[in-house]
């Protein structure tokens, strides 16, 4: 079983629909939590880091973190033909010595 | 801004060539990596470097080196290029004891080898 599982998509939705990206994992020693995005030919950028169980919210962007089922997810709201890109998760444990990346969920949203 | 740059965005090297790929960062960040990104596989660590002349092996090292002689710049060697090799290879930073947390990624060069 892998440490992180990533569904790849393609993931493909209208102009204004609400997205749902999502990863699962298996390690309970992680305690951090990120998401990346990667657009076409770009390197990552980070694009929200939180810790242990909850919500965090960022303009149209939430992450939220379910540390009982081993489950994060990041919620676009309003998603906008800008927001096409790669999604990857990551994860961290306490210590920072283990580290793991999602392999992606590719996003495409249609004007 | 943290500002990585890469030293090529695309190469095309032949079958048993060396291959040096570079990276430089302008923000004074202790930690560097080196990873390769391939599709269905995500990003895999080859190397990073948590100081000048430090390197630590990462998940697939094998038929890599690299080098840190200065803090801002991190080296990648392919000692004797193969085809499956050919990647894209992003290079990174981070500051902090948090060494893998809040990664800054350069643009990343594709390395096609013949």
């Known amino acids: 079983q892998k440490e992180v599982e990533q569904d790849p998509g393609p993931l493909s939705v209208p102009e204004g629909a609400i997205v749902s990206l999502n990863c699962t994992y298996s390690?309970?020693?992680?305690?951090?939590f990120m998401w990346y995005r990667q657009y076409s030919r770009k390197g990552p950028e980070l694009l929200m880091y939180?810790?242990?169980?909850g919500n965090k919210e960022d303009g149209r962007f939430t992450a939220q973190v379910d540390k009982s089922s081993k489950y994060i997810s990041l919620f676009i709201r309003d998603s906008q033909p800008s927001d096409s890109a790669t999604y990857l998760c990551?994860?961290?444990?306490?210590?920072?010595?283990?580290?793991?990346f999602g392999t992606g969920t590719s996003l495409t949203v249609i004007p | 801004d943290v500002k990585v740059t890469q030293s090529s965005r695309y190469l095309v090297k032949r079958t048993g060539e060396k291959v040096f790929l570079e990276c430089v960062q302008d923000m004074d960040h202790e930690n560097m990596f080196w990873y390769r990104q391939d599709p269905g596989l995500g990003l895999r660590l080859i190397y990073f470097?948590?100081?000048?002349?430090?390197?630590e092996k990462g998940d697939i090292p094998e038929g890599y080196s690299v080098s840190r002689e200065k803090k801002e710049r991190f080296s990648l060697i392919l000692e004797s290029a193969s085809t499956n090799q050919t990647s894209m290879y992003l290079c990174?930073?981070?500051?902090?004891?948090?060494?893998?947390?809040?990664?800054?990624f350069g643009p990343g060069t594709r390395l096609t080898v013949l």
């Open positions: 390690n309970s020693a992680f305690q951090y």
């Open positions: 939180t810790y242990s169980s």
């Open positions: 990174a930073t981070s500051w902090g004891d948090r060494v893998f947390d809040e990664q800054f």
């Open positions: 990551a994860m961290s444990s306490l210590s920072g010595n283990q580290f793991y």
């Open positions: 470097s948590y100081d000048v002349k430090m390197k």
